[in-house]
């Protein structure tokens, strides 16, 4: 993503990591993919994000190899959905460190919490962005679901998505 000097050619590896995930909508992205929001049109109503900028973060993703386009429909003009990649998948142990820091140090608008991680394997919440310290399990897709505080009754389970 080419919005700052790029830090791709750098030794350390957070900066390299940096030159593709430091957009913040890139990551707000990634969650929704997660989520299961993978159209243009759900993304772009989901985050309010404007087509031009949807369209280049998009682009950016899918060269950095983070999502794939995946076609989808047999109409006349060419239609794509976005899928996570392995390293897109790989994102979501930091996405989960994101919204557990940002839940501890930062305040909710409604006073509230925003987005609950819970192991699928054992039903807690996860205090931990990669590992269920109940069970020990990994926060893996298979092992991972998220509610929002939006629809706290609704568990997403990243494993379909």
Known sequence: MTLRTPLSGLE?????????L???WA???????????????????????????LSKRLRA????GLLRRVPYG?????????ALTDAG??????LNALSQWGTRHTESPTGGWNLR????????????????????APLDRGNTGWRRAGDPQR??????R
Not at 61 to 64: D, F, H, I, Q, Y
Not at 89 to 94: A, C, E, G
Not at 155 to 160: M, P, Q, T, V, Y
Request: charged letters at 25%.
């Open 12 to 20: 350390c590896p957070m900066a390299r990591a940096l030159d593709v």
């Open 22 to 24: 430091g957009d913040p």
């Open 27 to 53: 990551l707000m992205i990634l969650r929704e993919v997660f989520t299961g929001n993978r159209r243009f049109d759900g993304l772009k109503d989901e985050l309010a994000i404007a087509d031009t900028v």
């Open 61 to 64: 993703l899918v060269e950095a």
């Open 74 to 82: 047999g109409s006349v003009r060419p239609r794509v959905e976005y």
């Open 89 to 94: 998948s790989d994102t979501l142990p930091v």
């Open 117 to 136: 991680i819970e192991c699928l394997k054992c039903g807690q919440v996860s205090e931990s962005a990669d590992w269920c310290r109940t069970c020990a």
């Open 155 to 160: 568990l997403i389970s990243l494993a379909a």
